[in-house]
């Protein structure tokens, strides 16, 4: 499935970052303001990826991506 649903029951979502193992920036999305997001990540490749979610206190959480 290309399409990953990012949701929080206890945050607002600002802004998504995506990085890859190597720490290179992939994608950002900003000024979501939603609890939920989807993400197509169709064009990421295969392989292990770093989502940072940033709420609208500028407060960051570090999720891991496996692309298959």
Do not use: A, C, W
Not at 31 to 44: C, D, H, K
Not at 56 to 68: A, P, S, W
């Amino acid at each position: 499935n290309s399409i990953i649903t990012i949701k929080s029951n206890e945050i607002i979502i600002n802004k998504i970052e995506i990085y890859s193992m190597s720490g290179k920036l992939i994608k950002k999305i900003d000024r979501i303001n939603s609890n939920i997001f989807e993400l197509n990540t169709v064009s990421f490749g295969k392989g292990v990826y770093f989502i940072r979610i940033i709420d609208v206190y500028q407060k960051q959480q570090t999720r891991k991506l496996i692309n298959n």
